[in-house]
């Protein structure tokens, strides 16, 4: 019996596009990968020990039992699933397995965790190499056909977008009607830690600051982005999807499935 090996990557993104995109240069940056948990290049059972204590401890694998089960649960034995933002592929190799899953494309703009990393999480996780796209590419502006997806996903991701409405945008395209987006593992911003911010710029600055934005201005190397609850309600409403849950897990972060709704 063959063995199944993952197709090549697929290249969206020449150089110069790559390196044009907020916060790339951060997470194509080799020597700090290697300080990270991520890092299971050489394949041993210590690193992947490691790795698997980091996504237990922190609750990340938690997190994304939560959309798992919700995609075991859609009918249909051919789902299209994107993994945006995919990083080392942990998350695909997980919905890879899923039994009514049959394409999962895998979009990343870090070529090392494609390359180097990707084959060993495909491993450590026991994926099915054969339903896994990669694609070195920009969640702004997917290779893929309009309509084609049944779910968009997205694991501790949506909130790294410098122009959310954009990237929502674009997910819509590639979404069927009637699919659905999954973003898990967004920091959710609550009203304790906004009074806390409001106080502490108080302290600082002697000035009181309510707007949201000024308290929790983005972090430009890593692109990570704040938002509070009703943020990701407005941005399903904006889109015109429907909100279906919204699960905050113990670490406070959140996941939130939406659905496309027919027109």
């Known amino acids: 019996m063959a063995v199944e090996m993952l ?6 993104l020449d150089a110069a596009a790559l390196s044009s995109i907020y916060s790339s240069q951060y997470w194509n940056d080799l020597s700090e990968e290697k300080s ?13 020990a490691r790795l698997r204590g980091y996504l237990e401890q922190s609750g990340l ?27 080392i592929g942990w998350t ?3 919905l890879s397995r899923l039994p009514n899953v049959a394409t999962v494309h895998a979009v990343e703009i870090s070529e090392h965790r494609l390359e180097l990393l990707f084959p060993q999480a ?27 997806l049944d779910v968009v996903f997205l694991a501790s991701a949506f909130h790294h977008a410098a122009n959310p409405l954009r990237l929502l945008s674009e997910a819509d395209r590639v979404l069927k009607p009637g699919g659905h987006l999954i973003l898990s593992g967004e920091n959710v ?18 000035r009181f600051v309510t707007n949201f934005y000024e308290l929790f201005p983005p972090d430009d190397t890593a692109g990570d ?4 609850s009703s943020d990701y309600y ?30």
């Open 61 to 87: 694998l938690d997190e994304y039992r939560v959309a798992e089960r919700f995609v075991a649960r859609l009918p249909g034995h051919e789902l299209a699933i994107a993994d945006l933002a995919a990083g």
């Open 36 to 48: 990270k948990e991520w890092w299971i290049a050489d394949g041993t059972e210590s690193a992947f």
């Open 189 to 206: 911003i609550g009203t304790r830690a906004i009074v806390r911010r409001m106080f502490g710029k108080l302290l600082r600055e002697r």
């Open 7 to 12: 197709a090549p990557i697929e290249r969206w």
């Open 92 to 94: 695909s190799s997980l």
């Open 122 to 148: 495909i491993r450590m996780f026991a994926g099915a190499p054969g339903k896994v796209r990669r694609s070195l590419g920009s969640f702004y502006n997917l290779g893929l056909a309009n309509e084609s």
């Open 234 to 263: 407005l941005f399903n409403q904006l889109l015109g999807y429907r909100v279906i849950d919204f699960n905050v897990s113990r670490q406070k972060t959140a996941t939130v499935i939406s659905t496309k709704l027919a027109v």
């Open 225 to 228: 982005h704040y938002y509070r």
